[in-house]
T-cell receptor
Framework: QKEVEQNSGPLSVPEGAIASLNCTYSDRGSQSFFWYRQYSGKSPELIMS????GDKEDGRFTAQLNKASQYVSLLIRDSQPSDSATYLC?????????FGTGTRLQVFP | ETGVTQTPRHLVMGMTNKKSLKCEQH?????MYWYKQSAKKPLELMFV???????ENNSVPSRFSPECPNSSHLFLHLHTLQPEDSALYLC???????????????FGEGSRLTVL
């Protein structure tokens, strides 16, 4: 059973801090990795994708991938209260996505 | 607005009822999906339609029956459901390339189903 693991949280950070969200996956052959954000009562939306080892930056968001350690993370710099949401890690397995349970992030003023 | 519209947004049904969930995508995508989201559980893929042909079933109980009449519309027909089927049902679409799913899904707002 291929799995994607995330700490359910909540992860609480003060406004302006860096939020670090982590994800591990079981299938060493996985090649594509995604972060989705889901606000309470809303549907998931894709915010980052990463395919190669290293960092990928997009505005305040940085995705980090380490295939050797089977680890992918999402850093949010200068966290804002509007970043408070559940962040879902997803890993592509052949032709379908396997999702983690999500980490709930709370950014307090 | 993601370009994927689901109706109804909320549905309450008894175990003997028959109802349907509807999904429509306005993105010109060629693949559509049904996912189930329950509390404390990962998103579960139920069905995938690529070019209107079902390509994934994932051992979903037969009380859930999908229908994809064209690339823009997707239905989930529900009958004799159980209380444990109460969940948020999410429709999604994507553009497949060379028979491979990119992983970039666009989700609808979901249909919150309660089975009494």
């Amino acid at each position: 059973q291929k799995e994607v693991e995330q700490n359910s949280g909540p992860l609480s950070v003060p406004e302006g801090a860096i939020a670090s969200l982590n994800c591990t996956y079981s299938d060493r052959g996985s090649q594509s990795f995604f972060w989705y954000r889901q606000y309470s009562g809303k549907s998931p939306e894709l915010i980052m994708s990463i395919y190669s080892n290293g960092d990928k930056e997009d505005g305040r968001f940085t995705a980090q991938l380490n295939k050797a350690s089977q680890y992918v993370s999402l850093l949010i710099r200068d966290s804002q209260p509007s970043d408070s949401a559940t962040y879902l890690c997803a890993v592509k397995d052949t032709d379908k996505l396997i999702f983690g349970t999500g980490t709930r992030l709370q950014v307090f003023p | 607005e993601t370009g994927v519209t689901q109706t109804p947004r909320h549905l309450v049904m008894g175990m003997t009822n028959k109802k349907s969930l509807k999904c429509e995508q306005h993105l010109g995508h060629n693949a559509m999906y049904w996912y189930k989201q329950s509390a404390k559980k990962p998103l579960e893929l139920m069905f995938v339609y690529s070019l209107e042909e079902r390509v994934e079933n994932n051992s979903v109980p037969s009380r859930f029956s999908p229908e994809c009449p064209n690339s823009s519309h997707l239905f989930l027909h529900l009958h004799t459901l159980q209380p444990e089927d109460s969940a948020l049902y999410l429709c999604a679409s994507s553009q497949e390339h060379q028979n491979a799913n990119t992983g970039e899904l666009f989700f609808g707002e979901g249909s919150r189903l309660t089975v009494l």
